[in-house]
């Protein structure tokens, strides 16, 4: 069972920036090669949203509109890590960032992932 490790959150003031990674680790060291990822987040009261995709190989990326333009996912197989680079945070992206896999191409819903992690809290303040 691939166990899926994010870390990177914290405290930013608006307009600054993190980089949140998601480390795989278990049985499966190869995972990245043959997954695809993704990053959602769920803010308080809200329910949990898609907000990047990255395939497989690392050439297909897919983002929410809401953070088109500000947010880059980025991949490093041989390290078994995904990361999120957030930059020009807002308020409004205050919420615990989860990570998990996927096998089907260009999934947005979260009911096509599996093998979530825990979530890192990022906290946004204005």
């Known amino acids: 069972q691939v166990q899926l490790v994010e870390s990177g959150g914290g405290l930013v003031q608006a307009g600054g920036s993190l980089r949140l990674s998601c480390a795989a680790s278990g049985r499966t060291p190869s995972f990245y090669a043959t997954d695809a990822t993704g990053w959602f987040r769920q803010g308080p009261g809200k329910e949990r949203e898609f907000v990047a995709y990255?395939?497989?190989?690392?050439?297909?990326?897919v983002y929410a509109d809401s953070v088109k333009g500000r947010f880059t996912i980025s991949k490093d197989n041989a390290k078994n890590t995904v990361y999120l680079q957030m930059n020009s945070l807002k308020p409004e992206d205050t919420a615990v960032y989860y990570c998990?896999?996927?096998?089907?191409?260009?999934?947005?819903?979260?009911?096509?992932?599996?093998?979530w992690g825990q979530g890192t809290q990022v906290t946004v303040s204005s």
């Open positions: 990255i395939s497989r190989s690392g050439s297909i990326t």
């Open positions: 998990a896999a996927t096998v089907v191409p260009g999934a947005r819903r979260a009911e096509d992932f599996r093998s």
